[in-house]
């Protein structure tokens, strides 16, 4: 029996019920801050500290990167949603964007977390490429988040979306990462 055919749209909604953050992807360029909004930004490793953001190809900052090597993530809290549309293609004449920096690298202020980060390794992946990056710097503080779910922008509706601190923060329930030195 052949398999139905493949169906993008379909696939595309499937995909969109992986609720995500929202994030601003930095660079700078020739002495200009730009920036693209992606959900594609994926916590890799621990030790070292990897992450990962998958741009398209068709993107400018695909074709930036590899020359300044470094990229900022910034994670957007939930009244950021005016600078993902931005970062996004609807850019909004003359709205003023304030860009901080760390390293030399531009960041969204207002944002819940931000990761400065040097590019280790490249992959190329279908239409987009892998951009693996080693993080050289982090800050983070108790916002509410900017979400991303079924090609619309949602907020945390839990009654405690502030997060407890460490250590007993939820991730610690789950062993997602061996943050611990061995027991032997
Ligand atoms: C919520 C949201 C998430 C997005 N995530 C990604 C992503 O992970 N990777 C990507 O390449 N584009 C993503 N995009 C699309 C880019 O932001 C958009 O194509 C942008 O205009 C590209 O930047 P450029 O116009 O400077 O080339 C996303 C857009 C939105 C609104």
């Given at each position: 029996m052949t398999p139905p055919p493949f169906d993008i749209r379909q696939f595309r909604n499937a995909l969109g019920r992986f609720a995500s953050g929202v994030t601003v992807v930095t660079t700078c360029y020739q002495g200009h801050a730009h920036g693209m909004t992606a959900n594609a930004f994926v916590s890799v490793?621990?030790?070292?500290?990897l992450v990962l953001v998958s741009l398209d190809n068709r993107a400018y900052m695909h074709r930036v990167l590899p020359e300044t090597g470094r990229y900022g993530v910034s994670i957007l809290s939930e009244d950021q949603e005016t600078f993902s549309n931005h970062f996004a293609g609807r850019t909004v004449a003359g709205m003023h964007i304030p860009f901080t920096e760390r390293m030399g690298v531009p960041l969204l202020e207002g944002a819940m977390a931000w990761f400065v980060v040097q590019v280790v390794d490249a992959h190329p992946a279908g239409d987009h490429t892998l951009y693996i990056g080693q993080v050289e710097h982090f800050e983070a503080r108790d916002d509410r988040p900017l979400l991303f779910y079924a090609g619309k922008y949602q907020q945390l509706?839990?009654?405690?979306?502030k997060p407890t601190p460490f250590?007993?923060?939820?991730?610690?329930?789950?062993?997602?990462?061996?943050?611990d030195p061995p027991i032997t």
């Open positions: 490793s621990l030790a070292p500290p509706r839990a009654a405690a979306a250590p007993q923060d939820e991730f610690s329930l789950f062993s997602i990462g061996n943050i």
